[in-house]
């Protein structure tokens, strides 16, 4: 599949700003990700780094569904969408079930109980960026490394050298792939302009094989030869 595409097929998913207002909570911060960049990002994923086709995935904060859906139009083994908003959640299985992708849900809070169900291959998401609860930018990404080996999220430019910082921290591998403009439609009552570009880095996070990983690979492939 060509991205253009994926992205045309993803035009069809119901986001935050065609639910109105009262369905969405600026605390939460709510912001869908747009075709345009949900497209961009699976679409490397798979075809750059082949971790999405026949891979568990994970859309951590799903909202209403856009990356776990593009993870599935991409021949992923398993999606499950994992969200604190039930409202969000809802919306998410009928784009699913619109678009006849498989996608398992999961209603609870990473940012107050690491309740991830299981183990997975990939992790995409669009977490908050922090402007409403400082951290939780963070927070997000080291749950989803609890839940799987590789990352692929966004986050403000502003915020790389953080993260870069974190990443060494963490003693994980980050890659920044891409410098996007993430565009904001008018969702919450007080926005005054119809859209607002914010500039966000595209990001991979793996995990560096531990010794006992690498020999147990190794030893597979001698085998296997």
Same mark, same amino acid.
């Given at each position: 599949?060509?991205?253009?595409?994926?992205?045309?097929?993803?035009?069809?998913?119901?986001?935050?700003?065609?639910?109105?207002?009262?369905?969405?909570?600026?605390?939460? $911060?709510?912001?869908?990700?747009?075709?345009?960049?949900?497209?961009?990002?699976?679409?490397?994923?798979?075809?750059?780094?082949?971790? +999405? !086709?026949?891979?568990?995935?994970?859309?951590?904060?799903?909202?209403? &569904?856009?990356?776990?859906?593009?993870?599935?139009?991409?021949?992923? &083994?398993?999606?499950?969408?994992?969200?604190?908003?039930?409202?969000?959640?809802? #919306?998410?299985? /009928?784009?699913?079930?619109?678009? /006849? @992708? &498989?996608?398992?849900?999961?209603?609870?809070?990473?940012?107050?109980?690491?309740? @991830?169900?299981?183990?997975?291959?990939?992790?995409?998401?669009?977490?908050?960026?922090?402007?409403?609860?400082?951290?939780?930018?963070?927070?997000?990404?080291?749950?989803?490394? $609890?839940? #799987?080996? =590789?990352?692929?999220?966004?986050?403000? =430019?502003?915020?790389?050298?953080?993260?870069?910082?974190?990443? !060494?921290?963490?003693?994980?591998? +980050? =890659?920044?792939?891409?410098?996007?403009?993430?565009?904001?439609?008018?969702?919450?009552?007080?926005?005054?302009?119809?859209?607002?570009?914010? $500039?966000?880095?595209? @990001?991979?996070?793996?995990?560096?094989?531990?010794?006992?990983?690498?020999?147990?690979?190794?030893?597979?492939?001698?085998?296997?030869?």
């Amino acid at each position: 599949m060509k991205l253009k595409h994926l992205e045309s097929h993803l035009q069809s998913v119901t986001t935050y700003s065609e639910l109105g207002a009262e369905k969405v909570n600026i605390e939460l $911060e709510q912001y869908s990700t747009s075709a345009h960049l949900a497209a961009r990002m699976v679409y490397t994923a798979e075809f750059e780094f082949g971790d +999405i !086709e026949d891979r568990s995935v994970l859309d951590l904060g799903c909202g209403t &569904g856009m990356l776990g859906i593009a993870a599935g139009i991409l021949g992923a &083994g398993a999606v499950v969408g994992l969200d604190v908003d039930s409202g969000a959640l809802s #919306a998410a299985a /009928e784009n699913a079930e619109s678009m /006849e @992708i &498989g996608m398992d849900f999961v209603c609870c809070d990473v940012a107050r109980n690491p309740c @991830i169900p299981e183990r997975f291959d990939t992790v995409l998401m669009n977490p908050p960026f922090g402007t409403r609860r400082a951290g939780i930018d963070v927070v997000f990404l080291e749950r989803a490394l $609890e839940a #799987a080996p =590789t990352v692929y999220s966004m986050h403000k =430019t502003s915020t790389r050298k953080h993260l870069l910082k974190k990443a !060494e921290e963490w003693g994980v591998d +980050i =890659t920044v792939l891409a410098q996007l403009r993430f565009d904001i439609p008018a969702t919450y009552k007080f926005h005054k302009r119809r859209s607002m570009d914010v $500039e966000v880095d595209l @990001i991979r996070l793996q995990k560096r094989l531990s010794r006992s990983d690498s020999c147990s690979t190794e030893s597979g492939l001698d085998a296997k030869g």
